[in-house]
C-alpha cells in the first residue's frame, strides 16, 4: 500500500505537508506479512514516478517477517544489484501478533535479510507507541545523508 503518493520534500513547507499528510495515514494491520512483495511493489513505483534522482530509496517497516510472498533477502539482493537502497524500521512487539509469539529478534531479521545497498541503515521502534519517533528519526537522517555513489560506505 503506497501510503503517500510521490512528494519532493524541498522546503520547510514542504517537509510539514509531509509531516501532516503521514500523521493523519490510517494504520493497517494485516495478518500475512510479505516484506518481499512489498519491496518489488515498491522498486515499481520509482518508473512512474516521473522524476530522476541520483539515489532510489526504499523505506520498509513492519512488525513481522515474510509469511507470504518471495523471500525478502532475494528481493533486496536484486534491487542492491540495481542500485537501490533499502532502510528498515522493524517494529518490535512484546505482545502475541495475531495469535503468534512475540518475535524479540526482528531486528535482526531486518538487518540481515531486508536492508541493504550503500549507506543503508535501520532504525527499531521499540513498540507502535514508539514509531512516529522510529519515523521522524529515519527520515531526518534519509533526507539529510548526502549521495553515496554504489562503491561508497560510510564510515
Not at 519517533?133 to 533526507?143: C, F, S
Request: avoid cysteine.
Amino acid at each position: 500500500m503506497v501510503v503517500i503518493d510521490w512528494t519532493v520534500i524541498d522546503s520547510r513547507d514542504a517537509a510539514h505537508r509531509f509531516a501532516d499528510k503521514l500523521s493523519e495515514a490510517p494504520r493497517v494491520a494485516e495478518r500475512w506479512t510479505a516484506v518481499g512483495a512489498a519491496l518489488e511493489h515498491a522498486a515499481a513505483q520509482f518508473a512512474r514516478s516521473g522524476m530522476t534522482s541520483r539515489r532510489r530509496v526504499i523505506d520498509i517497516s513492519g512488525d513481522g517477517r515474510t509469511n507470504e510472498g518471495p523471500p525478502a533477502e532475494m528481493v533486496r539482493d536484486r534491487l542492491v544489484r540495481e542500485g537501490v537502497v533499502i532502510n528498515g524500521l522493524p517494529v518490535m512487539m512484546n505482545r502475541t501478533n495475531f495469535g503468534r509469539p512475540p518475535d524479540r529478534e526482528l531486528d535482526r531479521y531486518y538487518e540481515e535479510n531486508v536492508i541493504g545497498g550503500p549507506g543503508s541503515f535501520m532504525i527499531v521502534a521499540r513498540d507502535f507507541a514508539d514509531f512516529g519517533r522510529a519515523v521522524r528519526t529515519k527520515l531526518v537522517r534519509e533526507i539529510s545523508a548526502p549521495a553515496l555513489s554504489p562503491t561508497t560506505r560510510p564510515t
